[in-house]
């Protein structure tokens, strides 16, 4: 879709229009809308007669098919590929004035790219308070959502709100901080025990908070703010319109600039600045007064949330235990509908299939994410979503890739599993089996504590690079409890933030690996894995070591491997995992025969 860039220039004055998704929620949707990308991470850069998607590896595929002809594609890392910001600074030469929505750009993203464009001998980057894409799409645009927000139980959170409140009060304490404002919805979430139902997929609501040293308040839609939520925040916590975020804050900067102008004001603290996360969208930290008033840092919040306390530990073991039953159930009931009944299913169906067998299991909330369930050439495109009237029938011929996840109040699961139901080619074998030894070496990794994702990338990638493969994707991400799938700051890859932050015993990712052969095929292993302490002989350097616990429970697929590529450690990995499958899932298929037999078939030990 073109936009009226006449429009545009009238409206604004600028001649380079900058719209990120992921910035903030619901940035994604405008996106989609102005470029038709589905994805969940991308850059959309417009000027008067030009227009460029930047987006990474895991979308280079889904990009090229969904971009009509109007848009250059950068892909990001690739050599001579310029970043989104370079080739905006480019765009803008001559004096070219910037514009950007404030609310979903974040600060250091801005400051960067401001002084991009003036090196390249642009004008001004300036905030633009009305989005034009908001603007174009006009009031067919969707409502937003309007779900209640709900309580969770600290049955489920395994620690009370207050408590939390308090260990950030100590994090601010420390720091000498007036407060703490609170963006990113999952935090919000996580830190006040509530969950909401904005965000497709994401147990999340849209507000925002901010906690002081003596007070908390909550900005939230009133409409969604049920009895019972205003029971359990009680006094601890007021709570204020949504759209009042901005104003608050700015009088909240006003008062700081005040008292630091009079040394004779009443400052019980004498703290001159707010923290906020590295996330904050451009348009609050200005609102609260920019750097003068500002602090950026990693959200303690977020680095609290990644370290799971002992009762999101053991949901995160209980879900995935229902949940891996329900995988095997469907692979069953898929292998049986293929090749028994000779039945037509296509990609669609199938997804529908799956959830509709999740459903069934306690404490089922909904699915995490869309479910990618890929057939032959579809699996090649790392987060393909099949679409009905779109979508291909399922070819048991081919390899079929499987990505999915679901939302339980114990817990949230991410599992892929990559088959074959006939016979698999030597490559797709081959490239299975080096996929697979990279998912076993990290999990069987030990590390002293202090060592980050960054580092450990390697482990999961070493046996493809030895045959010159690779892929083009992170290996693993953090993941929330009955929260968002992908959760950092943690995970595994070449992300430099993965190298800014240690792994601790409590994180929750996933481990990922994969090859994919455009047109052909693709394989994707994905296990959660939790980090913990490791019992080791020595502690060099009196330092404590850390290894992983795996807590999925669903088979590797026994055609694809090839067993002379493993070793006699990895067999016994194999082997020990698939009798753990069994053991723990089998309570749950016992009543199905199809189920059962597959089960049994595809655990049974390799020599």
């Not at 070219?96 to 400051?111: E, F, H, L, N």
């Not at 000779?342 to 199938?350: I, M, P």
């Not at 953090?478 to 240690?502: A, D």
């Amino acid at each position: 879709m073109g936009i009226n860039q006449s429009t545009l220039r009238r409206a604004t004055g600028v001649e380079v229009r900058v719209s990120p998704a992921g910035a903030a929620p619901g940035a994604d949707v405008l996106l989609e809308y102005i470029s038709g990308f589905s994805g969940s991470a991308g850059c959309a850069v417009i000027t008067l007669d030009k227009a460029a998607l930047s987006t990474d590896g895991r979308y280079f595929n889904q990009a090229e098919h969904q971009l009509d002809s109007n848009w250059t594609l950068l892909k990001q890392g690739m050599q001579d590929v310029p970043t989104w910001q370079e080739w905006t600074a480019e765009q803008s030469e001559a004096g070219k004035v910037v514009g950007v929505d404030p609310s979903v750009i974040t600060a250091p993203d801005a400051r960067k790219l401001s002084d991009k464009i003036k090196k390249h001998g642009g004008g001004d980057l300036v905030g633009v308070q009305e989005n034009l894409v908001d603007h174009v799409w006009g009031a067919s645009r969707p409502a937003r959502p309007n779900e209640p927000i709900k309580v969770l139980g600290v049955e489920f959170a395994g620690k009370k709100f207050e408590e939390k409140l308090e260990d950030l009060r100590r994090e601010l304490n420390k720091k000498k901080s007036a407060g703490f404002i609170v963006c990113l919805l999952d935090e919000i979430a996580w830190l006040f025990n509530l969950r909401g139902n904005d965000i497709p997929y994401n147990p999340v609501f849209f507000s925002f908070a901010v906690v002081t040293p003596s007070d908390a308040t909550l900005y939230a839609d009133a409409h969604k703010v049920t009895d019972s939520v205003r029971a359990h925040l009680g006094s601890a916590v007021a709570i204020r319109p949504y759209e009042n975020i901005l104003e608050d804050v700015r009088v909240l900067g006003e008062s700081l600039a005040a008292a630091a102008g009079d040394p004779t004001a009443e400052t019980s603290t004498g703290r001159t600045k707010y923290l906020v996360s590295n996330k904050t969208s451009w348009a609050l930290s200005k609102a609260l007064g920019g750097e003068d008033r500002v602090e950026e840092v990693r959200s303690p919040i977020g680095d609290a949330k990644s370290v799971k306390n002992e009762t999101e530990l053991a949901g995160m073991r209980a879900c995935h235990v229902r949940d891996g039953a329900a995988l095997s159930e469907y692979f069953a009931w898929l292998e049986h509908e293929l090749l028994e009944k000779k039945a037509t299913l296509d990609e669609v169906q199938a997804a529908d299939k799956l959830e509709q067998i999740r459903s069934k299991h306690q404490h089922f909330v909904g699915l995490s994410f869309d479910t990618i369930s890929s057939t032959g050439a579809n699996a090649a495109v790392i987060h393909y979503k099949p679409e009905p009237g779109n979508c291909s029938i399922i070819d048991p011929g081919a390899v079929y890739l499987c990505d999915s996840g679901a939302q339980y109040y114990d817990g949230t699961t991410d599992t892929t599993r990559t088959l074959h139901f006939t016979s698999p080619t030597e490559m797709e074998r081959k490239a299975y089996t080096l996929v697979l030894k990279g998912n076993i070496a990290l999990d069987r990794a030990i590390f002293p504590k202090g060592t980050s994702g960054f580092a450990l990338d390697t482990l999961a990638r070493q046996f493809l690079w030895e045959e010159g493969l690779d892929y083009r994707h992170g290996t693993g991400h953090g993941v929330g409890s009955y929260l968002n799938v992908h959760e950092g700051p943690i995970g595994v890859g070449t992300r430099i933030q993965y190298s800014e932050i240690s792994l601790s015993a409590g994180n929750v990712l996933s481990d990922e690996p994969g090859y994919y052969e455009d047109g052909l095929f693709g394989i994707r292993i994905e296990n959660i894995i939790m980090a913990k302490e490791a019992e080791t002989t020595h502690q060099f350097g009196d330092k404590p070591y850390l290894c992983f616990e795996h807590v999925t429970m669903v088979p590797m697929c026994r055609k694809l491997i090839d067993e002379q590529l493993l070793t006699a450690k990895e067999k016994a990995w194999l082997n020990s995992y698939h009798a753990e499958i069994l053991t723990k899932t089998r309570p749950y298929l016992e009543h199905d025969a199809i189920a059962m037999s597959w089960l049994t078939r595809e655990t049974q030990p390799i020599a």
